[in-house]
Every structure is written in C-alpha cells, then in structure tokens.
C-alpha cells in the first residue's frame, strides 16, 4: 500500500507552477454536479436544512456547463413547487412576515415542543435566501412564473428590500428603491468596499451585494468608468482601488478581505464587482486562471508516465482542498466570466446563468 501512495504525488509536491495541468474538464464537472444532484455524499448530512441551496448550484451550474438536459426538470421543479409556503388568508401580509418557499423538508415541517413533527405552517421557517434559490432554479428549467402568486410574495417583502428577488419577478413594487440605495451608501467604508452593516468591515460578499444592487435598481450605470464618476453617489475610485487590491500577487487569486488568504469563491464575488464596473479589464487573468486551475478538483500525477487523474470534478475553496458545491458553483460562474469556451455566460448581478434572468 505504501508503494501505492508512494506512486502519486499532489499539487503541493509540484516544483514548477508549469506542472499545473491549464485546462478545464468540463466533463468531470458535469458527473460532480449529477452526482451531487442525484445522491449527496455523507459530509452534506448536516446541510439537510440547506438542500434548496445545494439544489440550486447543481442545476444552475448544469446549465453553465450546457448540459441542463442531465436534469429530470418537471421533477425538479415539482419538488420545489412542493417547498412553496401558501398563505391561509390574504390577510396575513401584513403581519410583518416573509411568504416563500422553505429551504428543505425538514424545514417545512419542524418538530414541536414535543418532538413531534408539526405539519402546521409557521412563515419564520422559509426566508428571502430560498425564495431567491427557488426563483433561479424555475426560471433555470423554463418555468412559467405568471404561475406563481409574485403579487402576494412581493407584498410580504415590502419591509425588507430584496432587489434580486424584485428584478427576478419583474416586480419593483416591494422595494422602497431610495431607501435601499441611503442603507447601502452609508456601508461603504474608508477603504472603499462596502460592510454588512455601516461601519463594519469591508468584505467581497457584501461589496458584491452592494454594487449588484445599485445596478440591478437601476442606479448605477453600464460601463460607470467611462462615465464622469466624480458625480457618483458612492465613491468609484475608492472602490476600484480597493477591489483590484484583493487580487495577490503572488497566486492571481482574490481575497475576501484585507490579510486573509485568497479563495476561490472570490473571483466571482471581487472579479464580478469589477465586471458590473466595467473594470474586469484590469483583472490579471492569466493569474486568476492559474490560481482557480490549482483549485480544481483533485489532482494527481502518477510519477512514472505522467498521467493525470481527475478525481472528482468541481473546485475546492483552495489548492489541495476537496471540492465542495459552493465553490465549484462560483468556480464556474467565475470561468463564464472569463469568457472559457464552451460555457454558458452568466448575469454578473444575479449570479446565475443568463437564461434564467429577466428578459432573456
């Protein structure tokens, strides 16, 4: 068995980043996503609750892959349709909660006090993350969403501002768009990225929820650089600078935040806020590239002949992690944006895959 193990080495024992095999195996990542579609492995028990999401990156990513034809789609889509939280009466929308799909069965149905699984419908089970995830899935698959109630969900997220959920529907009138934009302005912080919070930490998720929200409200205009940012709302340059900065030197990948290690994810979550600016010019591409490259799959080579074995398929968070459904998905959504061949394009704000946004 020693002589085995012996005879493979990873990436880590590599002595040239020329050893690092520059292609992408499309076909690998279409069998990690059916597979992870059809029958989740055992570390994914304890994201039970969490299976709408991990739904949602195997059928969109299939469809970034151009193979959305490996999905049984009217089975999908009737699972998720059965996640739907149905209003009792009209009435409760204005109570002050959120009315949409909840994100797994056991969700749905939570035990009581007892222990006992209560199948009464209680509306803090389901939030706007699942609605979302159900949004990208139907449209993903061509579902008709003049089927749904949108009126009675956009009325029940009138105090909480989702302009994904808003651009997905075509239904702007549960956004107060003014009152979006101020939160959003005042959590920009110093250094030119934008916070959860204002006054917190600037991070790349937030700053990517930040800037797709301006533009997905309209607020924000194509191509902002070539126009005269001085006159701006939120402070561009300060906000380049920052973004271009998360991207090392060292490896070509992207950062999250100041001081942290770079992470897959990042190059669609940083790389898309320079894309909505129009600034993904100025991303180092080859870089980004070798770096998501180490963070694909698994990769061994067998010492003596030199052959290369794709384990599993999908990316990991970094070089030498397995993968995992998240950061495959972004290491997909981060490919489209690099214009790979043979992949689908992607909308940059939605983060999914052009066909299922709005008017295309």
Sequence with gaps: MAEEDDAFISLSDLDSEDSIPMFFDKNRHICYLEMMLELLPSPYQSQEINRLTLASFSVCGLDILRSLDRVDKEGVINWVLSLQAHLRDKAELSNGQFYGFHGSRSSQFQPNEDGVQDHGYNPQWQSLGEYLLCASILKTLGYDFSL??????????????????????????????????????????????????????????????????????????????????????????????????????????????????????????????????????????DGLRKFLFTCQSQLLLFKDVFVLVLQYGGFGKTPDQLPDLYHAYYGFCAFSMLEEPGLNSICTELGIPNGASPGL
Excluded at 180 to 185: F, Q, R, S, T, V
Excluded at 201 to 225: R, V
Excluded at 261 to 277: E, M, N, P, Q, R
């Design 148 to 285: 749904l109630d949108s009126t009675s969900i956009v009325k029940s997220m009138k105090n909480l501002h989702q302009p994904a959920i808003s651009s997905m529907l075509e239904n702007w009138s549960g956004i107060g768009k003014e009152k979006a934009k101020e939160y959003i302005i005042n959590c920009q912080s110093y250094g030119g990225g934008f916070g959860l919070s204002p006054g917190s930490e600037s991070h790349g998720g937030a700053t990517f929820c930040a800037i797709a929200s301006l533009k997905l409200m309209g607020l924000i205009e194509d191509d902002i650089l070539s126009k005269n940012v001085s006159s701006c709302f939120i402070n561009v340059p300060l906000l380049l600078d920052w973004s271009l900065q998360r991207q090392a030197a060292i490896d070509g990948g992207f950062q999250g935040r100041l001081n942290k290690a770079t992470d897959a994810c990042y190059a669609f979550w940083v790389g898309g806020v320079l894309k909505i600016l129009g600034a993904h010019k100025f991303i180092n591409y």
